[in-house]
T-cell receptor
Framework: EAGVTQSPTHLIKTRGQQATLRCSPI?????VYWYQQALGLGLQFLLW???????NRGNFPPRFSGRQFPNYSSELNVNALELEDSALYLC???????????????FGDGTRLSIL | AQKVTQAQTEISVVEKEDVTLDCVYE???????LFWYKQPPSGELVFLIR??????QNEISGRYSWNFQKSTSSFNFTITASQVVDSAVYFC?????????FGSGTKLNVKP
């Protein structure tokens, strides 16, 4: 079974630009989560999508947005990039039924976003 | 407010020593779930265990054991007879309503 895949592996941008990160969940998983892991910090919850809808978001400004496609893959968009957006962005997927029961999330390898 | 605290930033032990990673959480939910994840140097996050708030039974899986105590809002993780391959960052997480909250992680260094 293929795991959660994220692309690109690395992304280098400059301040003010826009970045798009992509995630493909495990086959059969309908929920996709996005997290930010900044250097020296823990994982911060960004967004949760399920069945194409945004279910919840963490304490991040509106320039962090995303969407989920009919095939359950997802994009994370970050507009007006700032230096502090440099981080590892992790995507995870789970079955929604399991999520309601607190099921485990399966993580991808992440996209390293560097802002110059 | 929901919060997970892992006070130990970094721990170093010698192989075969036992080590306990602490996790303290805050939540107002009566139903919640607690998790431990391992992040080895390669970066991927690996799910280790899930516990729901109604099940305070301690669990043992091989060299790993978990001690869940609601009275102290703690969910500690013990590795017995540590090995070099246990070197990683370990994250404790809390699942509240529709959100996950992670601790800042504890980096475990196991030296041969």
């Amino acid at each position: 079974e293929a795991g959660v895949t994220q692309s690109p592996t690395h992304l280098i941008k400059t301040r003010g630009q826009q970045a798009t990160l992509r995630c493909s969940p495990i086959s059969g998983h309908t929920s996709v989560y996005w997290y930010q892991q900044a250097l020296g910090l823990g994982l911060q919850f960004l967004l949760w999508y399920d069945e194409g809808e945004e279910r919840n978001r963490g304490n991040f400004p509106p320039r962090f947005s995303g969407r989920q496609f009919p095939n359950y893959s997802s994009e994370l968009n970050v507009n007006a990039l700032e230096l502090e957006d440099s981080a590892l962005y992790l995507c995870a997927s789970s079955l929604i039924l399991l999520q309601e029961q607190g099921g485990p999330q399966h993580f991808g390898d992440g996209t390293r976003l560097s802002i110059l | 407010a929901q919060k997970v605290t892992q006070a130990q930033t970094e721990i170093s032990v010698v192989e075969k020593e036992d080590v306990t990673l602490d996790c303290v959480y805050e939540t107002r939910d009566t139903t919640y779930y607690l998790f431990w994840y391992k992040q080895p140097p390669s970066g991927e996050l690996v799910f280790l265990i899930r516990r729901n708030s109604f099940d305070e039974q301690n669990e043992i899986s091989g060299r790993y054991s978990w001690n869940f105590q609601k009275s102290t809002s703690s969910f500690n993780f013990t590795i017995t007879a540590s090995q070099v391959v246990d070197s990683a960052v370990y994250f404790c997480a809390l699942s509240g309503f529709n959100k996950f909250y992670f601790g800042s992680g504890t980096k475990l260094n196991v030296k041969p």
